[in-house]
């Protein structure tokens, strides 16, 4: 009971609260983030996907022929801070992307402001501040958008290119908006399915049963042993046995590399398997794929893997 306490509080104060510390840290080079791939990358909103921030290319003319896979993400406690793992989501929009993360980017506010909220009492039923449906809007928005004369994305997406991610209770969100038939691949990050009637979030759905009903891929990325989410996201992991999929530990706990610079190994990681499964990238597969793929013998990571073949 006291474990399943601490991974509630973890997936829905937590989160926000590692991400907040993380924001402030990084707060005097955040001018100076915009991912290390070919498209130098911003964020920004936009008038016609209300709380949504969108990452992409600052130049999208850059793009040449080139067209940008989407990647649609839940964050961190459901939160409605669409810039909190902002260093993780620059880097991928600068590998060639269409970013989109629930929420809006804050205000600035007062130190008083970003402390965390106290943890609920017990018993309290918690909920999501953005709905998992915002993912799916966001597929809506993209593929809308690159049909749409007089859109700056127009042509230049790929629109059958769709990965849905999140950071933990967000990753229950990934998990729901990947039963669409659009979604290519999951990349489900610090997070899994609760066990069977232990989901304490309202509008947030957790189901293991789900799990036999993915299409595509997956890639679960976990922090570790000291990540309270690692049971849940190896468990869902092991009852997958129907689609190609990986697990990936990297030993920092549950805040994983977010905020580091250029979102640290997670973000290459999850850029690597992007490559690979939405734009057939062979040098990306190769990270992944065979006896000594690259990552096998990656010291910062351990790596598991099936239905490869």
């Known amino acids: 009971m006291r474990a399943l306490a601490l991974l509630i ?19 005097q080079s955040a001018a100076l983030e915009r991912g290390s791939g070919t498209y130098p990358a911003i ?32 964050n961190g406690g459901c939160s409605a801070d669409g810039t909190s793992s902002r260093n993780h989501l620059l880097e991928i929009a600068s590998h060639g992307y269409l970013v989109i ?50 859109s700056p994305f127009k042509g230049k997406i790929a629109t059958t290119e769709i990965a849905a991610s999140g950071w933990s209770c967000g990753g229950l ?30 509008g947030v759905v957790s189901d293991k049963a789900l799990l036999k009903t ?8 976990l922090g570790g042993p000291t990540d309270i989410a690692v049971a ?8 997958i046995d129907h689609i190609p999929a990986a697990l990936v530990n990297i030993p920092v706990g549950h805040g994983g590399t977010y905020m580091q610079p250029h ?9 690597a398997w992007l490559d690979w499964r939405l734009k057939n990238d062979r040098t990306a597969a190769a990270r992944f794929v065979g006896k000594d793929c690259g990552f096998c013998k990656d010291p910062r990571i351990t790596i598991e893997r099936k239905h490869f073949d």
């Open 9 to 27: 509080a973890g997936m829905m104060l937590g989160s926000p609260a590692i991400a907040q510390t993380a924001n402030g840290v990084a707060a």
């Open 232 to 239: 849940n996201g190896t468990d869902d992991f092991q009852r």
């Open 263 to 271: 979102g640290g190994i997670a973000a290459e990681v999850v850029t």
């Open 173 to 202: 969100q990934a998990l729901s908006a990947a039963q669409d038939p659009r979604v290519t691949t999951a990349v489900i990050m610090n997070s899994g399915f609760f066990p069977e009637g232990a989901n304490p979030i309202g």
């Open 43 to 74: 964020f920004e909103e936009r008038p016609e996907l209300p709380d949504h921030v969108v990452y992409r290319a600052a130049n999208l003319g850059a793009l040449g022929r080139a067209k940008l896979g989407i990647y649609v993400f839940g």
């Open 101 to 150: 993360a629930s929420g809006t980017i804050p205000k600035p506010k007062s130190d008083a402001a970003t402390k965390p909220a106290p943890t609920p009492a017990p018993g309290t039923k918690l909920t999501s501040a953005t709905p998992t449906r915002a993912l799916t809007d966001a597929i809506d928005w993209a593929q809308r958008e690159n049909a749409r004369a007089g």
């Open 214 to 221: 993915l299409r595509g891929s997956i890639l679960y990325v």
